[in-house]
């Protein structure tokens, strides 16, 4: 058990952090949208109500979809994009697919591969991309998910305005969900590039993010 | 969470019904002049506007208003705890409280994207 915990550690504190966020999350968007209720003097709901309500879920949503937006294009961009001296670039000359060798694919690959990466055909090139793949549908749906929470939302505002309510196409184009959308992107954007500059010059002694301290600026893709 | 979403948004045609019927019992008590029943279907912000524009008691206030009849050709949007149903003579908005539907707004006329116009609202 201690060696589970200690092996996994990791992913269980983040999926922890992620747990604990999220419920604080929702007692803070409950509390909120009452007080904007109550603002203008109409009906506030329950805790259960707002966990179910589109308030939440494009609250929810719409972070998500950027985070794996974010994954997506860093996953992606790292497989031709250099940055000299970073430790999230590849090294330099490294640039691209890579060779079936350097990729660990077929006869190449080692006793204890994933069975996918070793049997060919559709099944390795559709495991070789699996990770993009797979962010990708998580970034698209959750992208969807925002859209119609996002319409359904912004539709009870409209009628508290006494607006006529809009479909959902005149939604997508709307400034509001172009103003989520966007707001949520260029945080996520900020954030990769600039960690991928910073860790140039900056360490941070044992992380995995971190090039060993002592390692030079202009050395490229080493972690430690 | 998408399928959490979309079955919400998939539509309660019981809700709706209840929704409208608010709105139709609100038209049909005016229409018959018991403005105590109308009244009493009115959300309170709406009600002390009513009455604090027209300086007199809201039952009276509201029949002196030039409010539609009643309508039955229904059209209803609910999305959470806001609606709005046409009733072939009016365009009403209602909202959800503790103790139900009540009309925000009635007698409204349509103003491009803007606003409605309306004859009863709150402040």
């Given at each position: 058990?201690?060696?589970?915990?200690?092996?996994?550690?990791?992913?269980?504190?983040?999926?922890?952090?992620?747990?604990?966020?999220?419920?604080?999350?929702?007692?803070?968007?409950?509390?909120?949208?009452?007080?904007?209720?109550?603002?203008?003097?109409?009906?506030?709901?329950?805790?259960?109500?707002?966990?179910?309500?589109?308030?939440?879920?494009?609250?929810?949503?719409?972070?998500?979809?950027?985070?794996?937006?974010?994954?997506?294009?860093?996953?992606?961009?790292?497989?031709?994009?250099?940055?000299?001296?970073?430790?999230?670039?590849?090294?330099?000359?490294?640039?691209?697919?890579?060779?079936?060798?350097?990729?660990?694919?077929?006869?190449?690959?080692?006793?204890?591969?994933?069975?996918?990466?070793?049997?060919?055909?559709?099944?390795?090139?559709?495991?070789?991309?699996?990770?993009?793949?797979?962010?990708?549908?998580?970034?698209?749906?959750?992208?969807?998910?925002?859209?119609?929470?996002?319409?359904?939302?912004?539709?009870?505002?409209?009628l508290?305005?006494l607006?006529?309510?809009?479909?959902?196409?005149?939604?997508?184009?709307?400034?509001?969900?172009?103003?989520?959308?966007?707001?949520?992107?260029?945080?996520?954007?900020?954030?990769?590039?600039?960690?991928?500059?910073?860790?140039?010059?900056?360490?941070?002694?044992?992380?995995?993010?971190?090039?060993?301290?002592?390692?030079?600026?202009?050395?490229?893709?080493?972690?430690? | 969470?998408?399928?959490?979403?979309?079955?919400?948004?998939?539509?309660?045609?019981?809700?709706?019904?209840?929704?409208?019927?608010?709105?139709?019992?609100?038209?049909?008590?005016?229409?018959?002049?018991?403005?105590?029943?109308?009244?009493?279907?009115?959300?309170?912000?709406?009600?002390?506007?009513?009455?604090?524009?027209?300086?007199?008691?809201?039952?009276?206030?509201?029949?002196?208003?030039?409010?539609?009849?009643?309508?039955?050709?229904?059209?209803?949007?609910?999305?959470?705890?806001a609606a709005q149903?046409?009733?072939?003579?009016?365009t009403v908005f209602l909202g959800?409280?503790?103790?139900?539907?009540?009309v925000v707004a009635a007698?409204c006329?349509?103003?491009?994207?803007?606003?409605y116009?309306c004859?009863?609202e709150?402040?």
């Open positions: 058990m201690r060696t589970f915990l200690r092996n996994n550690s990791l992913g269980l504190f983040f999926g922890l952090l992620f747990l604990g966020t999220v419920v604080a999350q929702s007692i803070a968007g409950w509390q909120a949208f009452n007080d904007q209720q109550v603002g203008e003097r109409l009906g506030t709901i329950g805790y259960g109500e707002y966990l179910r309500s589109t308030d939440f879920a494009v609250a929810v949503a719409e972070n998500w979809q950027s985070e794996f937006l974010q994954f997506l294009l860093y996953v992606l961009a790292t497989v031709w994009f250099l940055q000299q001296g970073s430790p999230e670039s590849k090294e330099l000359d490294k640039s691209g697919l890579e060779t079936d060798e350097q990729q660990e694919l077929g006869p190449h690959a080692p006793a204890d591969a994933p069975r996918w990466a070793v049997v060919g055909g559709w099944r390795t090139r559709l495991y070789s991309h699996s990770l993009a793949l797979t962010v990708g549908v998580i970034f698209l749906l959750s992208w969807l998910a925002q859209s119609v929470a996002g319409w359904a939302a912004d539709n009870e505002r409209r508290e305005q607006r006529d309510p809009q479909s959902w196409s005149g939604y997508v184009a709307s400034a509001d969900f172009w103003e989520r959308t966007l707001q949520n992107w260029q945080s996520e954007f900020l954030a990769v590039g600039a960690f991928a500059v910073l860790a140039i010059f900056l360490r941070e002694r044992g992380s995995a993010e971190s090039k060993p301290v002592g390692e030079p600026h202009h050395s490229t893709g080493v972690e430690g | 969470m998408l399928v959490l979403v979309l079955s919400g948004c998939a539509g309660d045609q019981d809700r709706d019904r209840a929704v409208a019927d608010v709105a139709q019992r609100f038209q049909a008590a005016v229409e018959s002049g018991d403005g105590e029943r109308a009244c009493g279907l009115l959300a309170p912000a709406t009600r002390e506007t009513l009455e604090q524009d027209a300086q007199a008691p809201c039952a009276e206030a509201l029949l002196e208003e030039d409010l539609p009849p009643v309508g039955d050709e229904i059209e209803t949007e609910v999305y959470a705890t149903v046409r009733t072939g003579t009016d959800r409280f503790d103790d139900g539907w009540r007698g006329a349509a103003s491009g994207d803007a606003p116009e004859a009863v709150g402040g």
